[in-house]
């Protein structure tokens, strides 16, 4: 009997999904029982939210009580097609987004929700939801996509061709389409001021770096020479690290 409520305790913990916030400060976990927040440094467990189903993506935005929650797991609380924009502290509800396909991804500013899915990214004003943008991607399984988080708005995801990077500044209303890789892009990252960004194939060799402002490859670091899955990359706050994870070391 304890061993049967201790493998439901296990299972209701699982971890489903890992975010930082957008300065680092924190980071939340999505588990099949609801979803915790972390302080980083110092480490501390400040909150915990148990909602009796699955939650496959949270979202923070910086420190407020406005999160974004996708369902997901064995028993998603709520529908993996839908961004539920979460206040933490009413504990309900505030507006959501539905979409025809299941949602890889969520990034927030202050001012946008970014929706990612399998081959779209969407847009939108916080303050309505309104529709502002929406453009195709190749094949993005893992949700890759890269955006300013503070200022100026860039945005930086997977292009419409396989391998090619898609650069968006929406103060000057300017894009850029480069051929990032040979294959389909799985991973992206912008450090703090925009002006760099990186990038990791299916891959996972190598990582490149462009400059956001003319698409010039500016660098080429290698990972290793066995094929592997990179689900993060990030710079860190000076960019001058980088910082990476992957399958294989």
Request: glycine share 8%; hydrophobic share 35%; charged share 25%.
């Amino acid at each position: 009997g304890i061993n049967m409520v201790e493998k439901k305790a296990s299972e209701a913990n699982k971890v489903l999904h890992v975010s930082f916030n957008q300065d680092q400060e924190c980071f939340a976990c999505g588990t099949e029982s609801g979803f915790r927040i972390f302080n980083a440094n110092p480490f501390d467990d400040t909150s915990q939210r148990d909602l009796s189903g699955g939650i496959g993506i949270v979202e923070m935005l910086f420190r407020s009580n406005i999160i974004a929650l996708v369902g997901g797991g064995k028993n998603p609380k709520f529908s993996p097609n839908k961004i539920i924009i979460w206040d933490d502290h009413d504990m309900k509800s505030v507006g959501e987004l539905s979409f025809k396909s299941p949602v890889k991804g969520v990034r927030l500013r202050k001012d946008r929700i970014l929706a990612i899915l399998e081959t779209k990214i969407f847009i939108y004003q916080f303050s309505d939801f309104k529709l502002l943008d929406a453009f195709d991607t190749s094949p993005n399984p893992y949700g890759a996509c890269a955006y300013t988080a503070k200022d100026d708005f860039l945005l930086a995801a997977p292009g419409k061709g396989k391998g090619q990077l898609h650069i968006i500044n929406y103060e000057t209303n300017s894009s850029i389409e480069k051929q990032a890789h040979e294959s389909n892009v799985v991973a992206i990252a912008l450090c703090p001021n925009g002006k760099l960004c990186a990038t990791a194939s299916v891959k996972g060799t190598l990582i490149r770096i462009f400059s956001t402002e003319d698409g010039a490859l500016l660098q080429e670091l290698r990972r290793g020479a066995r094929k592997t899955t990179i689900k993060c990359i990030i710079f860190d706050k000076s960019s001058n690290l980088l910082g990476c994870s992957s399958g294989k070391t």
